[in-house]
């Protein structure tokens, strides 16, 4: 980090910024800069999939902050957006090309989920868009010492992970033996093809095999699997795709410990049984315990608290919880403490809550 990075991103400069901080000031000047928070301008939207009648899969390449620290092969991030000037939504795609360092450009590859907002708006837009982003995330990674043999099993977009690997394999010049297996809906659903195909063509001691139902559905079976990769169940392998692939891929391998599959965790939701009521006691009001993050519940209040990433990174919307129990929608994790400082975005009281705002 550079001196003038070190001096922005200095405690005592945010608190001569507070309450907005650094990040608010630097956004106004230029989007590209800043001192603590991650955010990224698309400088491409690639449609790499686009049947009539099926949402389109598109390649979103985004060029972050000098702040993002890079990523390792597998690993995923959290992309927010704000539409038509709501609320910002923040959601989790898998980064598809190959490792990266310190303020790298990286992609992410995403399909348009009729139900999706984040990634209807995202395959959509225009070049030049900012989104608010977060660290690389993940333990689905290759070691620092590739075996000589791995292999890759995915499934429709969870193709994504392991291409990122395979990506990164190529650019290493691996020297070992690498099978990877994709199902896909059918051929002009297969996501990256062009690539592939060309993969395939060149050899390199890669071993493609593109399935999808027309051929015939090996349904992954051992013997299946046994007639492709002998002795797969001691093969280094990494798996990605829908539940049934992943069921399908774990009865295979049995106890073996040379399986490791990718599951995205997915937030911690209200179930709607929220009880009790929350206090904001330096505005005086106080409302029905929704089961929102405490942020969500003081702007349907008709607060403004102070809020940066929505995500629970930049520490912007800290504030001190003066009683009551909350949980961490991203981690699950449950804190009573009183006199207690908690991120309010990723905050969600349970029962009567009490916080300083």
């Not at 995403?110 to 995330?137: F, I, K």
Request: aromatic share 6%; proline share 6%.
């Amino acid at each position: 980090m550079s001196i003038v990075q070190n001096l922005l991103a200095s405690r005592a400069l945010e608190a001569l910024a507070s309450p907005h901080g650094v990040d608010r000031y630097l956004e106004l000047v230029n989007p590209m800069w800043a001192a603590r928070e991650v955010r990224a301008r698309i400088v491409d939207v690639h449609r790499e999939v686009d049947v009539a009648g099926h949402p389109p899969v598109a390649t979103i390449t985004l060029q972050p902050t000098s702040t993002w620290q890079g990523h390792r092969a597998g690993q995923h991030v959290q992309l927010g957006v704000e539409i038509d000037g709501a609320r910002r939504t923040t959601r989790v795609f898998t980064v598809s090309s190959p490792d990266s360092r310190q303020g790298d450009r990286f992609t992410v590859t995403m399909r348009a989920n009729p139900d999706g907002l984040v990634s209807r708006h995202l395959v959509e837009a225009e070049v030049g868009t900012m989104v608010h982003l977060s660290q690389a995330q993940g333990e689905f990674t290759l070691p620092d010492q590739v075996p000589d043999h791995v292999l890759f099993i995915s499934g429709g977009s969870g193709i994504t992970p392991v291409m990122s690997m395979l990506r990164s394999l190529q650019r290493r010049t691996h020297r070992g033996r690498v099978t990877f297996v994709h199902y896909a809906q059918s051929p002009e659903h297969q996501i990256f093809a062009d690539e592939l195909a060309e993969i395939a063509r060149s050899g390199y001691g890669i071993d493609v095999h593109l399935l999808h139902p027309e051929l015939g559905d090996p349904a992954l079976s051992p013997p299946w699997l046994e007639r492709l990769v002998p002795g797969y169940r001691d093969v280094p392998t990494w798996a990605c795709g829908p539940a049934p692939l992943i069921d399908a891929v774990q009865k295979a391998y049995a106890d073996s410990d040379a399986l490791q599959v990718e599951y995205f965790k997915a937030p911690v939701v209200s179930t709607g049984a929220a009880e009790g009521d929350v206090t904001f006691t330096r505005a005086g009001s106080t409302a029905a315990n929704t089961g929102a993050t405490l942020l969500e519940q003081a702007e349907a209040a008709g607060l403004k608290p102070e809020f940066g990433c929505r995500m629970g990174i930049c520490f912007s919307c800290t504030a001190t919880k003066k009683e009551g129990t909350v949980t961490n929608v991203l981690t699950g994790e449950t804190s009573s403490l009183p006199d207690e400082d908690i991120r309010i975005c990723v905050s969600s009281p349970q029962g009567d809550c009490a916080v300083d705002l």
